[in-house]
């Protein structure tokens, strides 16, 4: 079994800020809020399970923080991503990625609401891509 990292561990972690790739699950939904601390992070893969409606708020911080992230793995969550929530990422990431220079992001999530890919490709896919 896993261990989880809680607060005082994540804390630490943050302040690592060469830290450009990260494998973990968090014991509580707050500790999410110092992941966007890494600056650094190229890749983030959360192994626990949580409400994506009570990290939402810390992983757009991430989004909006971490500049330099190219794969976000949050597949371990059951819970469907919702649709308002990937047009948040889509805007933030319209403000601090450049799609001349970068690399859409990947984001891996379990489920997403149905609705046409083609839809949200033609709006978004140069600044992220969703994998289920």
Not at 14 to 35: A, M, V
Not at 38 to 46: A, K, R, S
């Amino acid at each position: 079994m896993e261990e989880l990292l809680d607060e005082n561990d994540i804390l630490l972690l943050s302040q690592i800020h060469s830290l450009n790739t990260l494998e973990c699950g968090l014991l509580k939904d707050d500790s999410f809020k110092y992941l966007a601390k890494l600056t650094n992070l190229e890749t983030l893969i959360v192994t626990s399970d949580y409400y994506i409606e009570n990290v939402s708020s810390h992983l757009l911080n991430i989004f909006r923080n971490c500049t330099k992230l190219e794969f976000m793995d949050l597949s371990y969550c059951d819970e469907e991503i919702t649709r308002e929530l990937i047009y948040k990422i889509l805007d933030i990431l319209k403000n601090v990625r450049n799609p001349f220079l970068q690399n859409p992001l990947r984001l891996r999530v379990a489920d997403y609401p149905n609705y046409p890919q083609e839809q949200f490709n033609s709006m978004g896919e140069k600044y992220f891509i969703i994998e289920v």
